[in-house]
């Protein structure tokens, strides 16, 4: 059974910066896509960043240079490093994954395993 948990949410104030993880059971992050989504009340959830065949990236235009999306085999995480964050940053975070690799790594309709969540707050 798949299982990921995600962690490291949390309120900063506006130009701060987190990093978030998702650990994966019953799954390899290697040699599969993943992403993070990002969620906020009475909105869609987003594909902010993803991760494409061979460890190349992706990212929504609101967050290219501020986040950044990656693996480690290791612990079999996934992570999210958002520095410079702003107000619209806040929301709940979600991290996804699916067997195979996706070239439309921001898309929801693309992912089967999906994490709780975790909140981010950015205050101004």
């Known amino acids: 059974q798949v299982q990921l948990v995600e962690s490291g949410g949390g309120s900063v104030e506006a130009g701060g910066s987190l990093r978030l993880s998702c650990a994966a059971s019953?799954?390899?992050?290697?040699?599969?896509?993943m992403a993070w989504f990002r969620q906020v009340p009475g909105k869609e959830r987003e594909g902010v960043a993803g991760i494409l065949l061979y460890g190349s990236t992706t990212y929504a235009d609101s967050v290219k240079g501020r986040l950044t999306i990656s693996k480690d085999p290791t612990k079999n995480t996934l992570y999210l490093q958002m520095n410079s964050l702003k107000p619209e940053d806040t929301g709940k975070y979600y991290c996804?994954?699916?067997?195979?690799?996706?070239?439309?790594?921001?898309?929801?309709?693309?992912?089967?395993?999906w994490g709780q969540g975790t909140q981010v707050t950015v205050s101004s």
């Open positions: 019953g799954y390899t992050v290697s040699g599969n896509s």
């Open positions: 996804a994954a699916r067997r195979g690799w996706s070239f439309r790594a921001l898309s929801r309709d693309e992912y089967n395993y």
